[in-house]
C-alpha cells in the first residue's frame, strides 16, 4: 500500500472520529461503535490487509499501546472527579461509598461469576478460567464517556474569589467547608450514577492485576499452597499501598511545583503548561512500577492529588484537555483496529463458548453484581449530602459495566507471562465481549441517560 494512501485514510478517519462525538451528542450510536464499523470496513478493502495484524504475533505491541491509552484515561478520570476525599475529613470516604461497593463487592463477584461459568460450566482450567474473570472483571475507563462525569467543574475568576481557595492557600479546610464544597455544583460532580460509573472505572483497573497474577501463578508456581502467602500479603495489599503512597507523594510534589513553588519560573499553573499531566502521568507510573506497586492505581491517585490542590483552578481543566485529546487519538487507533480485526480472522477461535461468555458478563453477570452490590446497606454522608441511589439508578449503574481496551492489556500482559492453552481462544473472546459491550452500552447510554434525566427532573418539578 502506497504512504499516500495511509496519509489519506489516516486523515480521513482522523476528521471523523474528531467530529463523532459533536454529531452524535443525543444519537442512538456513540463513537466507538463507529469507529469499529469503520475499521471492520478498512479490513474488507482490497489494501485492508496491510493494516492488519495477528494478535498473538503483535503482543507486545499490543500490550504498549493498550497500556498507554489506559493510562492516558486514568489521569483524564482522576483529573476530571471533584468530590474531595481526604484522610482528614473520614466523612468524604462516605461520599464514595457506591463506588467502594462495586470495587469491593461487584468486581470480585463479577471474576467468581466468570470464573464458575467457564470452570465450572464450560469445563475450563482453572488457571484460565480465572484469567478470564480477571481481564473481563473492570469496566472500561476509555470508552464509558458517555456514561462518565465530563471534565473538571472550574469556578472562573471573579465570582466568589473572596478568600481565595482554601485549598491552594495551605490546604487548610474544615468539615464545614468541605461540606460547603461538596454542595457547589461548580466543582461537583452530583449525578451519582455518572460519578460511580467514573470513579469505579479510575480504580478496578489496578484492583484487577492481583486476580491477573493469580492466574499466572497458577500456570508458573503451580498450587496455591505455594504462592498465596505471598500473593495475599504483596499482590492483593502490598502492591496497593505501594501505587497508593506513590501516587499522593507524586500528586502532591506536581502540585506543589505547579502552584505554590518558590521559584516564578516553576509555578506551571500561571504559565499555562498543561504537558505537566503528561509528566506526572508518567513519573507516578514509572516510580510505582519499579518500587514493585500498581502503576495504574498510582497514576489515579496522582491526578485526584493534583486536582485536590487549588481545586478551582483552570489549571486542572487546561490538564485534562491535553490528556483528553491524546486519550481520544489513541483509542482510534485501538478501536480501527480492533475493528479491522473482526474482519480478518480475530473471531475464527470464537465458539458457542466464547458466545456464551461474552453476553453472559453483559447482560446477567455484571448486572446482577453491580446490583448486588449497590443494594447492600444504605449510604449517606452524615451531613446528608448525597442521597442514597434510588432504584433506576442502581440498575442503570449495575448495567453499564463496560468492557474495552483494558481487558486487551490484560490479556495481552498475561499471556506474555506465561504459557496458556487456548490462547487463540483467549483473543477470540475477549475481543467478542468488547464489541458486544461496546454495541450494546454504545447504543443504549445515550438514550438510558437521557431518561434518567428527563424522569430526575420530573420527581423535582413535582416535589412540593
Not at 444519537?27 to 463507529?34: D, E, R, Y
Not at 490546604?171 to 450514577?193: C, K, P, S, W, Y
Not at 463496560?402 to 475477549?430: D, K, N, P
Request: aromatic share 10%; charged share 15%; with cysteine.
Amino acid at each position: 500500500m502506497s504512504s499516500d494512501l495511509v496519509f489519506l485514510l489516516g486523515g480521513a478517519v482522523l476528521l471523523l472520529a474528531v467530529a463523532l462525538p459533536s454529531l452524535l451528542t443525543r444519537a442512538w450510536l456513540s463513537a466507538p461503535v463507529i469507529l469499529i464499523v469503520v475499521g471492520a470496513l478498512i479490513g474488507l478493502l482490497p489494501f485492508g490487509s496491510g493494516f492488519s495484524f495477528d494478535p498473538t504475533d503483535q503482543r507486545e505491541t499490543i500490550e504498549h499501546v493498550t497500556e498507554f491509552t489506559v493510562l492516558l484515561a486514568l489521569m483524564g478520570v482522576g483529573l476530571a472527579l471533584d468530590r474531595p476525599l481526604t484522610w482528614r475529613h473520614p466523612g468524604t470516604f462516605r461520599t464514595w461509598a457506591a463506588t467502594w461497593k462495586l470495587l469491593g463487592i461487584a468486581m470480585p463477584l463479577t471474576i467468581a461469576g466468570v470464573f464458575l461459568l467457564g470452570w465450572w460450566g464450560l469445563g475450563l482450567g482453572v488457571a484460565q478460567a480465572l484469567l478470564l474473570g480477571a481481564v473481563l472483571a473492570p469496566t472500561d475507563p476509555v470508552l464509558a464517556s458517555d456514561v462518565q462525569v465530563d471534565g473538571p467543574a472550574i469556578r472562573r475568576p471573579g465570582r466568589d474569589d473572596e478568600g481565595g481557595d482554601d485549598e491552594a492557600s495551605g490546604g487548610r479546610q474544615d468539615a464545614g467547608d468541605v461540606v460547603d464544597q461538596l454542595h457547589d455544583d461548580e466543582i461537583t460532580d452530583h449525578d451519582e450514577v455518572r460519578f460511580a460509573l467514573t470513579s469505579e472505572a479510575g480504580l478496578n483497573d489496578a484492583l484487577a492485576f492481583p486476580f491477573v497474577y493469580a492466574a499466572i501463578f497458577l500456570v508458573t508456581l503451580g498450587p496455591v499452597a505455594e504462592w498465596g502467602w505471598r500473593w495475599l500479603g504483596f499482590e492483593l495489599v502490598g502492591k496497593v499501598v505501594i501505587g497508593l503512597v506513590v501516587g499522593l507523594a507524586v500528586g502532591w510534589l506536581m502540585a506543589y511545583i505547579a502552584f505554590r513553588s518558590r521559584q516564578q519560573a516553576l509555578r506551571l499553573a500561571e504559565q499555562g503548561e498543561a504537558l505537566l499531566a503528561l509528566a506526572a502521568m508518567l513519573v507516578s507510573y514509572g516510580v510505582a512500577e519499579v518500587a514493585q506497586g500498581y502503576g495504574f492505581l498510582s497514576v489515579f491517585v496522582c491526578a485526584m492529588a493534583m486536582r485536590s490542590q487549588a481545586r478551582r483552578h483552570e489549571f486542572h481543566e487546561h490538564m485534562h484537555g491535553v490528556v483528553e485529546r491524546l486519550e481520544r487519538l489513541l483509542t482510534l487507533v485501538v478501536l480501527l483496529f480492533v475493528g479491522i480485526a473482526l474482519t480478518d480472522g480475530a473471531l475464527e477461535h470464537l465458539d458457542w463458548r466464547g458466545v456464551l461468555v461474552g453476553v453472559a458478563l453483559v447482560l446477567l453477570i455484571r448486572p446482577l453484581s453491580g446490583w448486588a452490590a449497590l443494594a447492600v446497606g444504605r449510604w449517606r454522608t452524615a451531613e446528608d449530602v448525597h442521597r442514597p441511589l434510588a432504584r433506576r439508578e442502581r440498575a442503570i449503574t449495575a448495567f453499564f459495566g463496560i468492557r474495552g481496551v483494558g481487558t486487551l492489556y490484560y490479556l495481552s500482559y498475561a499471556l506474555s507471562e506465561a504459557s496458556w492453552t487456548g490462547e487463540r481462544w483467549l483473543w477470540a473472546t475477549c475481543v467478542f465481549t468488547i464489541v458486544l459491550s461496546v454495541v450494546v452500552h454504545g447504543v443504549l447510554a445515550t438514550p438510558v441517560m437521557a431518561w434518567l434525566e428527563r424522569d430526575r427532573a420530573r420527581l423535582t418539578d413535582s416535589s412540593p
